[in-house]
């Protein structure tokens, strides 16, 4: 069965710019989180989705969003990039909403923002 | 909000020694989750611990809910250079997984 697969893997932005990152779940799974990490803060909880709806969402600004869709992959965006935002990006899947301990991680998308 | 304080931050061992590590916070968790994460990878869950008191192993791991519910420990056995990586502690609050700060573990063959 394959993994939790992200893509881009890395990316390079300017500030201002805005990103879109891909999380494709292990089929079968219908829940995917999103998390940031980053060496000051940590690994700190993004959002939630769940049956193409948001379910939960951590303490992050608008800037940050997300969706899913009907084939449980799915996508967050940032807008307005800001230096601060240059982290590790990671998404998990797990088989039914709010599993922690079913959920597997991607290998993250590691975004630099100059 | 809710903190998981994690300590040591960082490891230096020599190969067949013993680690320990521990997590502690102001509130009490229902679950205790311990993930390791290599270089450039995601975190992998070790260990769930769901009852307080409730001691679980993985192989050369270890981990234990402490009676209060408020911290939880890892100890690793026997340590092998495949053992370096970040451990993390987490535990769900309100549907939302929060980790700690995790402990870097640097094994010396």
């Known amino acids: 069965k394959a993994g939790v697969t992200q893509t881009p893997r890395y990316l390079i932005k300017t500030r201002g710019q805005q990103v879109t990152l891909s999380c494709s779940p292990i089929s079968g799974h219908r829940s995917v989180s999103w998390y940031q990490q980053t060496p000051g803060q940590g690994l700190q909880f993004l959002f939630e989705y769940f049956s193409e709806t948001q379910r939960n969402k951590g303490n992050f600004p608008g800037r940050f969003s997300g969706r899913q869709f009907s084939n449980s992959r799915s996508e967050m965006n940032v807008s307005t990039l800001e230096l601060g935002d240059s982290a590790l990006y990671l998404c998990?899947?797990?088989?039914?909403?709010?599993?922690?301990?079913?959920?597997?991680f991607g290998p993250g998308t590691r975004l630099l923002v100059l | 909000g809710q903190q998981l304080n994690q300590s040591p931050q960082s490891m230096f061992i020599q190969e067949g020694e013993d680690v320990s590590m521990n997590c502690t916070s102001s509130s009490i968790f229902n679950t205790w989750l311990w993930y390791k994460q290599d270089p450039g990878e995601g975190p992998v869950l070790l260990i769930a611990?769901?009852?307080?008191?409730e001691l679980t192993s993985n192989g050369r791991l270890t981990a234990q809910f402490g009676i209060t519910r408020k911290d939880s420990f890892l100890n690793i056995s026997a340590s092998i250079p495949s053992d370096v990586g970040i451990y993390f502690c987490?535990?769900?609050?309100?549907?939302?997984?929060?980790f700690g700060q995790g402990t870097e573990l640097s094994v010396k063959p």
């Open positions: 611990l769901y009852k307080a008191g």
């Open positions: 998990a899947s797990s088989p039914q909403l709010t599993q922690q301990e079913t959920q597997y």
């Open positions: 987490a535990g769900p609050v309100w549907g939302k997984l929060i």
